[in-house]
């Protein structure tokens, strides 16, 4: 089977993303907003520093093409870098999965992930 991965965006400037992604709806994922949302109001001040944000959509031969939204951060907070991710199906918009995971901000390894939805 044949899988097509196209980058669409790549943010790593926190003013592009905040225009284009969420004043503009560019993430086009309203469910992986309102989780981001929720972490973020969840933080004391300042505690989070914007890393980037991905977005792709991948083809599968006889399938719904899928969009992934990640947006990394890094929170002094717990000293960690947290990705928020999500995968949803471009035409009907069924969401497959999001999760928050936690990285080791030295090693960039996984130490947990939460899957909110999948």
């Not at 196209?6 to 907003?33: Q, V, W």
Request: proline share 2%.
């Amino acid at each position: 089977m044949n899988i097509e991965t196209k980058l669409i965006y790549h943010y790593t400037n926190f003013r592009e993303f905040e225009i284009i992604c969420l004043k503009n709806k560019g993430l086009d994922f309203p469910e992986l907003e309102t989780v981001m949302y929720d972490y973020v109001l969840n933080l004391p001040e300042q505690s989070l520093e914007f890393k980037e944000c991905w977005i792709h959509h991948e083809h599968k031969e006889d399938e719904e093409a899928i969009r992934t939204v990640q947006v990394t951060f890094q929170d002094d907070n717990v000293n960690k870098i947290v990705r928020i991710w999500g995968a949803k199906k471009l035409n009907s918009g069924e969401v497959l999965k999001i999760t928050i995971d936690f990285l080791d901000v030295e090693t960039k390894e996984l130490e947990s992930e939460h899957v909110i939805k999948g």
